[in-house]
């Protein structure tokens, strides 16, 4: 599994997709009470009852700031092994029943390379296979925290193992994983969660499975049950897919092609072809509006400045075409409930 952003995502980042049901088994794994579920969401601009709901989505930005806030929560320094340990194929929905009735491990890690971009957008899955070894690189492709990139290595291949005991019946102890990170204080604890061997500060991470252990039967396969799980997760994978044909997402493109803050509904309509009316219609059959499309994109672009650079408040906010620092400011404090300088100073000390 390889960790680090390509140069050009394959994703828009800011469209709701990832299933809410992971971020709750965080709060569980941190055993948290209701009254603790504020922390959780801090800067996600998530209210504790839309967490709640089975149906919420997330988009990448808010699942990586739940990680985030978890890990600073957590008194568990392998929090990433422990959250991966808990990561069962019914976690995944469809796409972990299709691998649990897969007639073999190779098939099964095949589906999760296929869809897990309708479970976690922002992570790929490839595998390349010679006659001794599958490898199954790991991608992550959104600029994260070292500790973010870890913490979701860990978890990733904590799971791909739970799998892969499942599908061939015992712990996989040939098998060879790779991580990028250095090696962590708490290394003691990978072999209680990981078979076989591993090493840290490699250049890609990976695990390695000799190719025969693939291709053993699966016991508990199931045909009807995967053809089943192959259409749902069939349908997924289209619907995600078909976000490239709504109003906003073109909406963002045109957004985000242009200076934060220049387009104006009237020339995103004429730019559509269509009428201010129509395009108001249409996000609101989307469940959305102009206005929040902007106010996502740019308090993304806002949490980036103020991460990644030493620029001052007011020079964000030029750049984010504010004419008024102060106005920013009050933006700022209405999507996150802290002003720029408390999330500066939040992040920093993460």
């Keep these: 599994m390889t960790n680090h952003a390509e140069e050009t995502q394959r994703f828009v980042s800011n469209i709701p997709c990832i299933p809410s049901n992971y971020s709750r088994l965080i709060a569980r794994v941190l055993e948290l009470q209701g009254r603790d579920l504020p922390s959780l969401l801090e800067l996600t601009q998530l209210s504790v009852t839309q967490f709640m709901q089975q149906d919420t989505l997330l988009t990448s930005q808010q699942q990586v700031q739940i990680l985030d806030n978890a890990l600073r929560l957590s008194d568990n320094d392998a929090f990433g092994l422990q959250l991966g340990n808990q990561l069962t194929p019914a976690t995944h929905g469809a796409m972990g029943f299709l691998a649990n009735s897969s007639s073999n491990l190779l098939t099964a890690l095949k589906a999760f390379q296929t869809y897990i971009p309708t479970r976690m957008n922002f992570s790929r899955l490839e595998l ?189 906010a030029a750049l984010l075409n504010y004419h008024d620092s102060a106005n920013f400011r009050r933006a700022f404090k209405r999507w996150f409930q802290v002003s720029p300088d408390q999330y500066r100073q939040r992040f920093n000390k993460a």
């Excluded at 990733?156 to 098998?175: C, D, M, N, Q, Y």
């Design 128 to 316: 390349i296979t010679n006659q001794e070894w599958l490898e199954c690189h790991y991608y992550i492709d959104l600029d994260v925290s070292t500790d973010i990139c870890r913490c979701l290595s860990e978890a990733s291949a904590t799971t791909l193992f739970e799998f892969a005991e499942h599908i061939v019946g015992r712990p996989l102890v040939e098998a060879k994983t790779s991580f990028t990170h250095s090696e962590p204080s708490y290394s003691q604890y990978y072999a209680d969660y990981l078979p076989g061997q591993f090493e840290f500060s490699a250049q890609h991470t990976l695990v390695k499975i000799p190719i025969h252990l693939c291709q053993i039967p699966n016991v508990n396969a199931n045909h009807e049950d995967y053809l089943l799980a192959l259409c749902q997760c069939e349908v997924m994978l289209a619907e995600l897919h078909s976000n490239k044909d709504t109003c906003k997402y073109h909406i963002q493109k045109m957004m985000l092609s242009q200076p934060p803050g220049v387009l104006c509904e009237d020339e995103a309509a004429a730019q559509l072809f269509i009428s201010k009316r129509t395009l108001a219609r249409r996000l609101r059959a989307e469940g959305t509006g102009f206005r929040q499309i902007r106010d996502e994109i740019i308090s993304q672009q806002a949490t980036g400045y103020l991460r990644d650079s030493h620029m001052s408040v007011e020079a964000i």
